[in-house]
Structure formats: C-alpha cells, structure tokens
C-alpha cells in the first residue's frame, strides 16, 4: 500500500494592515492526514480524529476530501484514496484550521501522485477548499500554509502570489482565547463603504509593511501593522482586545492585532523571548476575567506543510 501522512501549520491571515492579502505560516499548531492509495476507485473518509464529531464525514462536504476529489478531477485519475484527518488546531479560531485540513490533503495527494503539480499550482484547489469551510475562497490562510513564510496575494483575478522575504529572528506571539467568533459571522460585521482617507492610511501601511519585511526594519514593521478598516469593528468581538493590545506593546511586542477573523490575537515580535513574554502577560490578563486562553510561540514557518513519512512502495 502506498501511503504518506503531512503535517500543514496554522497561519495568521490579515498581519494587521493587510485584509485578504497578507498572511504567514507558524510552525505550530498545525493538523495532520494519513492518505493511503486503495483499490476502491473512490475517496473515502475513513477517521476524523480531534473533531468532536463536529466535521462531516461525506468526502463531498468535508474540506479535506473534497480537495482531494477536485484535485484528482484535474489530473484525469480515478483512483481509490482513504483519508485521516487528525485535527490537531481548535475550531473557529482565527487560526486557519480549514486552510491547514485542506493543504495536508493537497499535499498529500499530489505526493501519492508523484508531484505532478507544484506548491503554486495546488493553491487555487486550496482555495476552493475554503470556499466550502467559509463562503470565502480566500488565500490568505492557504497560501502560506502551504508556500511557507509570509505571503502576498496581490491579486486575485488573475491569481498572483508573492512570497515575501522575512527576517531570521521575528516571531509571534498566538492567544486563542476560549471564545468563539465563526467566520462567516465576522466577515458579516466589516464595512464595504471605507472613507478615502482611511484607504490611504491602510495602503500606506501595507506598503510600510512590505517595505519593512525587505529592509529587516523591526521600527518599520511594527509601526505599519496598524488597521484602521477592520481591527476597529471586529475587535469589538474579541474581550478585552484593547487592554490586551496596550499590554502587548508594553512588553515591546513590534505590532498586535487580529488572527484571520478571531479571536486569536497574535504580536509580532523581535525574537522568541520578547514572544514568550508577551504570550505569558496576555495569558495571565484574560486569567484575571475568568477567560482561559492557549499560547503559542513560534518563528515564522518558512516550510508550510511538510511529509512526515512516506511510504510510496507497494508491500510485497
């Protein structure tokens, strides 16, 4: 049987300034999928682990086997698939965990294939793979999940992804606070009519970002992550965003904001040390109004998903 399992990381989509266009990899946490070729000439669902009995288990509703399908669609192949999906992020976090399900998938398939497309081609069934979690066929959570480091989608029509350079010692800080804000819901609340003079603060900053990313300009990074488009309305559903973002930055985190649509909040930082700090100030603020809360500290994820074992040789 010829079978592999990968491993696709968690992601922060947005950066702050950069809404459907920015987004970078963490190396955990992260889901995991056991794909194996069979001889049944359907793709089956065959175990979600982690779930809670939350996901669907038909292979045409669940994020990771429906990528599969579309994928082997493409490439002209009917062949039998069984698939675990070992869920290992939480649900409705701002984390990406739909965009980690599907990129394992993808990844994993095309590896029983032989890689006939790259990381660049599979994107858009990434894509489509959200499009069935969320309504929303957004890259900014697939893409570096699946490319790795930080990403930006310049464009979507046509599809154009640049991967950005990143320097060696930023890190970030992850707070999930146990709330949850579903998606579609948070999408729901953002504005669609911006003033002209809020479009060109945000433009600035992303280009500021950008910019920053390029010169390894810690200064720069951190006073461009400012938001002025949808921090001010979705923080509104996150508890005590503002007290949590003041404290943050009390500890010299470089920039704090929002997590894809919440309600994890994430700081960017200097170095891994500076991240552990803010991580354990903001932990013990949400423990002070009875909120619990789980910590990450990672560096930028410059892989995105990886095999972790592979076995692409029939037995016998």
């Known amino acids: 049987m010829k079978s592999v399992r990968v491993f696709a990381p968690a992601s922060v989509a947005n950066v702050g300034c950069g809404y459907d266009i920015l987004g970078f990899a963490v190396h955990c946490p992260g889901d995991e999928v056991e794909m194996s070729i069979n001889g049944s000439e359907k793709v089956s669902l065959d175990l979600i682990e982690g779930d809670e009995g939350r996901l669907p288990m038909d292979p045409l509703k669940n994020t990771v086997s429906a990528v599969v399908i579309n994928y082997l669609e493409h490439i002209g192949l009917k062949k039998g698939i069984a698939i675990k999906l070992f869920k290992k992020m939480p649900f409705g976090s701002g984390l990406g965990s739909s965009s980690a399900s599907a990129v394992a998938g993808l990844v994993a ?178 423990k002070q109004y009875g909120i619990g809360s789980t910590c990450y500290v990672s560096k930028i994820n410059p892989a995105g998903a990886q095999v972790i074992t592979r076995q692409l040789q029939e037995n016998g």
């Open 109 to 286: 398939i095309n590896e029983l294939m032989g890689n006939p497309l790259t990381r660049l081609q599979l994107l858009p069934f990434a894509m489509e793979g959200e499009r069935l979690a969320c309504g929303n066929a957004h890259a900014d959570n697939v893409a570096p999940a699946l490319l790795g480091g930080m990403v930006l989608i310049r464009s979507y029509k046509p599809l154009d992804v640049i991967s950005l350079p990143v320097p060696g010692e930023l890190s970030c800080a992850l707070v999930y606070p146990h709330v949850e804000i579903p998606t579609m819901a948070a999408r729901q609340i953002i504005r669609t009519n911006i003033p002209m003079s809020n479009a060109i603060i945000q433009w600035g900053n992303v280009g500021g970002l950008v910019a920053g990313l390029f010169k390894n300009d810690y200064d720069l990074i951190g006073r461009s992550m400012e938001d002025v488009i949808v921090e001010p309305v979705r923080k509104m559903l996150i508890p005590h965003f503002d007290e949590m973002k003041k404290l943050a930055l009390e500890q010299n985190a470089l920039g704090f904001g929002i997590s894809g649509s919440g309600p994890t909040v994430f700081a960017l930082c200097r170095d891994v040390s500076t991240a552990e700090k803010v991580t354990r100030a903001l932990e013990s603020e949400l």
